[in-house]
């Protein structure tokens, strides 16, 4: 098939980067993202996108109204689509059988019998989403119900970028990875989506698998980076009583080949929409195929996660003299990461919750994030303020709570915010992204995480 026109629904973190890089790179290939939200079609037609994402903006500016286009979902966009991503939100589910840990599938469902009536046959179905394993099966009943004999073949197609870097990892992707029904029809299905990716990624990185397999590997390759976090985490409570430097651990650990260096950063803990989401779903999985302890052992990855969260909390509130209560507390970053606005499942909520828990008052400081922190942190009991100038926030603070390494946040003049802040001053660094020799040379006491603290009394 030449695939002339592509249709995503969900022009959300996934569908709208992704779908904007496609059409840059397919000129020939009419693109259309829609949404049920307006709100955010609008966004997207604005000169402010919903998204924060290095390169973003440029991508959308040469696309749009060429061969991009956001708009409301209607039957009308459905009808000529050789091609429907569906890229749709998958939370973990808040109801019912499975409540906390399998995976909202509404979205998805909706999203496919909304496609049936409209879809041409033959048009290709492709999961963005990421999924419990075997839903193409699921998908692929609701389209094919037997009233009619048209196919829609269904690929799963998952997505790996991470945010803040979404823009580079969709132009030089390690893998693409495109699973198919082993038949005939699937096969070409699969084939006709190599080609679009074709047309920019480089065939040995286009890897083809079954629908199943293609599925697993999603929530595997998650489950692994997070469990590698955790892994590091683990370490760094150790290395605190036994002054370890974790820092130097990861640097030893990661030179070895067969480790690698990369996702061996310590750290107050991983957030995003997707690590605890994924886990969770994957050791569902496994409890509801009888696999219960190796649903456990994918679980505990989360459970170090939240251990490691509070733990750092605990840390802050013990080096404050056991009290924050009335104490103003400066929080650096609210993002999951850096060169993101997304908010979703921060660490830095949880941290805020119990320093509020604990009557401080907290300031929040973040460069792309506040509006997000205020809508996550709405009703939230407590002295919360919101600063996007990291030197008010730190003004009469007792201490700094750095969560999100933003470069911002290096660039300060610590001397300055030193002398504007209450004594003894501190820093709590989850991220052991500053300087800390440098900070506690000025004045300040450090606590890094897996690190011996720098204390001056
Ligand atoms: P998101 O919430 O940012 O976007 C989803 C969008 O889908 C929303 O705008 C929502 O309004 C829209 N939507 C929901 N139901 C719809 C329907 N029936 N018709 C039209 N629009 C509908 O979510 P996201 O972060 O883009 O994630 C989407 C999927 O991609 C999830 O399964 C996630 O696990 C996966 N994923 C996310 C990332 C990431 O970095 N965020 C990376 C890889 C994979
Ligand atoms: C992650 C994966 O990296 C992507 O491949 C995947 O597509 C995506 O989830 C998804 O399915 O949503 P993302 O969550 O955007 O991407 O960002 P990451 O860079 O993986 O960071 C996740 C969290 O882990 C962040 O809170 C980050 O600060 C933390 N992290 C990361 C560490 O604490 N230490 C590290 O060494 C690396």
């Known amino acids: 098939m030449n695939v002339r ?14 779908m904007a890089v496609i059409a840059d790179k397919c000129p020939d290939i009419r693109v259309e993202v829609v949404d049920i939200s307006p709100e955010r079609i609008a966004q997207w037609n604005s000169e402010r996108l919903p998204v924060y994402e290095p390169g973003l903006d440029e991508v959308v500016r040469r696309c749009r109204g060429r061969n991009l286009f956001f708009q409301v979902a209607s039957p009308e966009a459905v009808a000529d689509a ?34 049936k009536p409209h879809l041409r046959d033959g ?25 009619s004999d048209r196919h829609f073949p269904v690929l799963s197609n998952p997505e790996f970028l991470a945010e803040g870097t ?93 480790i690698g260096p990369r996702f061996l950063e310590a750290g107050v803990g991983f957030g995003g929409s997707c690590f605890r989401k994924d886990i969770l779903n994957l050791a569902y999985i496994c409890q509801q195929q009888g696999l219960a302890e190796v649903g456990a052992y994918w679980k505990s990855v989360v459970d170090m996660n939240d251990y490691q969260i509070s733990r750092f909390t605990r840390n802050v509130v013990a080096r404050q003299f056991n009290t924050v209560a009335g104490k103003r507390l400066a929080l650096f970053g609210f993002a999951f990461k850096p060169g993101t606005n997304d908010t979703r499942d921060s660490p830095a909520f949880y941290v805020v919750k119990k320093l509020l828990e604990e009557r401080a008052h907290v300031v929040i400081t973040d460069p792309q994030a506040l509006e997000h922190a205020a809508y996550d942190l709405r009703g939230m009991e407590g002295e919360l303020q ?26 300060l003049d610590y001397q300055r915010i030193f002398d504007s802040m209450e004594k003894p001053a501190s820093v709590f660094d989850g991220r052991n992204w500053l300087d800390a020799p440098a900070l506690h040379e000025i004045g300040f006491n450090v606590y890094p995480l897996g690190k011996t603290a720098l204390v001056h009394y």
């Open 5 to 18: 026109k592509i249709l995503c629904i969900g022009a959300g973190y996934v569908g709208g980067p992704t």
């Open 82 to 115: 050789d091609v429907v991503f569906v890229s749709v939100n998958t939370p973990t589910k808040a109801f019912g059988e499975g409540a906390g840990m399998a995976p909202d599938l509404q979205y998805w469902e909706l999203a496919a019998r909304f496609l």
């Open 123 to 147: 048009a290709i179905i492709v999961e963005k989403s990421t999924v419990p394993v075997r839903t193409a099966e699921a998908i692929s009943r609701i389209l094919h119900d037997g009233q």
């Open 166 to 258: 979404a823009i580079r990892d969709l132009m030089e992707p390690d893998r693409v990875l495109i699973g198919c029904e082993e038949d005939d029809r699937g096969r070409a299905a699969a084939q006709a989506l190599a080609d679009v990716y074709r047309q920019w990624v480089p065939e040995e990185r286009i890897l083809l698998s079954n629908v199943w397999s293609s599925e697993l590997s999603k929530l595997t390759a998650n489950a692994f980076l997070a469990q590698r976090i955790s892994s590091i985490n683990s370490i760094s409570a150790l290395c605190e009583v036994t002054h370890a430097d974790v820092t130097q651990i990861s640097r030893a650990i990661g030179t070895d080949g067969r």
């Open 386 to 411: 919101f600063e996007p100038d990291p030197y008010a926030a730190a003004a009469g603070s007792h201490a700094i709570v750095l969560v999100t390494h933003w470069e911002e946040f290096r660039a």
